[in-house]
């Protein structure tokens, strides 16, 4: 029987872990669509899906705090609060096309957002807060 829970909760981690690992994954194209188009945008190109890709990373970073480990779930919201400050600015023609790269700060966020999920996914228990199943 303990034999029986012990596999079970095996196959409930692995198939938790791919279920975060498809989520983490798309979160993170979607935050880094978001950022290219608003470093289009700011160079003065057309950035005409940005609000439809902002919409879904907000969305998955909504879908990913539910689960995410706190310190995943502080640097996704950091990294979501960076792109929406540089965004404004850019949008509000607050930093000129020539002056220095206004995402420098959000790629940084965006890369220790990709690490915090990276270090949670290879933690031995894929589930959000949950720790391991209790042995009977």
Not at 71 to 78: F, L, M, S, V
Not at 91 to 116: F, S
Not at 118 to 130: D, F, H, I, V
Request: glycine fraction near 8%; charge should be negative.
């Amino acid at each position: 029987m303990r034999l029986q829970h012990e596999q079970f909760a095996h196959q409930e981690t692995v198939r938790w872990l791919d279920d975060k690992r498809a989520l983490y994954r798309d979160l993170l194209i979607a935050m880094h669509g978001w950022h290219d188009g608003i470093a289009a945008m700011w160079q003065g190109e057309p950035a005409s899906d940005l609000i439809a890709t902002r919409t879904t990373a907000y969305r998955l970073g909504v879908e990913a705090d539910l689960i995410a480990l706190p310190q995943t779930r502080a640097a996704i919201g950091e990294a979501r609060r960076g792109l929406f400050a540089v965004q404004a600015e850019v949008v509000l023609g607050l930093i000129p096309p020539n002056a220095g790269d206004p995402c420098v700060d959000v790629k940084q966020q965006l890369q220790q957002m990709e690490n915090a999920l990276r270090a949670e996914l290879s933690r031995p228990t894929g589930r959000g807060n949950a720790t391991a199943v209790p042995q009977a």
